[in-house]
């Protein structure tokens, strides 16, 4: 009985892991066009270089730039919020701090923006530990924290 159970948890384990590794995808740097793309675990390409920068996946997503201006890529290589802030952020707990202009707000994986960008400054969402739920941000030249409404 004991053997049967064992096996089924090394099967799940085994799933689960192999999951989240073929899920997995590194940024490269090709010298030909100056450029930054994803491969897979394996070496294979999977996001063509072309980005001017690119980040690691946080949360399923990767900050990348593109002539100039920021947005974000799934694992698989679909731009899921276009390139248009001056700034981002990596994901936590869902949300993300970015940046365009001189404007500071949050938006969360669809790239909806859950907190306005209407702040002089602001702090990465902070989605663990004692600050769930909230965000550093300036305004009027005073910190505050704020709240995510969800």
């Excluded at 694992?75 to 707990?93: L, R």
């Excluded at 969360?108 to 400054?121: A, M, N, W």
Aim: charged residues 25%; glycine residues 10%; hydrophobic residues 35%.
């Amino acid at each position: 009985m004991k053997s049967k159970k064992m096996k089924i948890v090394f099967l799940v384990l085994t799933m689960i892991c192999t999951t989240m590794l073929k899920a997995q995808v590194v940024p490269f740097y090709s010298a030909t066009n100056d450029k930054y793309g994803y491969k897979d675990e394996k070496g294979k390409e999977i996001i063509a270089p072309k980005y001017d920068l690119a980040y690691t996946l946080e949360e399923g997503l990767a900050a990348v730039r593109l002539n100039g201006k920021y947005g974000y890529v799934d694992q698989k290589g679909k731009e899921v919020i276009h390139p248009k802030y001056d700034h981002t952020w990596k994901f936590i707990g869902g949300y993300a701090a970015v940046k365009l202009g001189d404007k500071y707000g949050f938006i969360d994986k669809s790239g909806r923006e859950v907190i306005p960008l209407i702040y002089e400054d602001a702090y990465n969402y902070h989605g663990t530990c004692c600050y769930k739920g909230q965000a550093h941000v300036r305004q009027n030249g005073k910190w505050k924290m704020i709240a995510i409404n969800k």
